[in-house]
């Protein structure tokens, strides 16, 4: 069993950056890949980024390269999700999420899921 909750949403001016937290709990994180998903309003979910158990692999939505990083410190027990050059399409809820199988873009096959934080982009 793994539990996740997020940090560091907020309101931030387009252009500006904000950088997403996801504590786990157990002692099993570092056998698990992560991944950062988000739902807009009144859109379905969709995938942001994710990572490797170990951070060395990493793979972006096309909308966020470039401008987010994902990375994982697993003496921590933490994933983050760094978002630069932010845009009002960013406005969302992020999800972070952790999949047993390894690295992944789809949303069905993760496990377990954070509660979400929001982010809102003002123009």
């Known amino acids: 069993q793994v539990q996740l909750v997020e940090f560091g949403g907020g309101l931030v001016q387009a252009g500006g950056s904000l950088r997403l937290s996801c504590a786990a709990s157990?002692?099993?994180?570092?056998?698990?890949?992560m991944g950062w998903f988000r739902r807009a309003p009144g859109k379905e979910r969709e995938f942001v980024a994710a990572i490797d158990w170990s951070g060395g692999i990493t793979y972006y939505a096309d909308s966020v390269k470039g401008r987010f990083t994902i990375s994982r410190d697993n003496a921590k027990n933490t994933v983050y999700l760094q978002m630069n050059s932010l845009k009002p399409e960013d406005t969302a809820v992020y999800y972070c999420?952790?999949?047993?199988?390894?690295?992944?873009?789809?949303?069905?096959?993760?496990?377990?899921w954070g509660q979400g934080t929001q982010v809102t982009v003002s123009s």
């Open positions: 999420a952790a999949d047993r199988d390894g690295l992944s873009n789809r949303a069905y096959e993760y496990d377990y």
């Open positions: 157990g002692r099993t994180f570092r056998s698990y890949a």
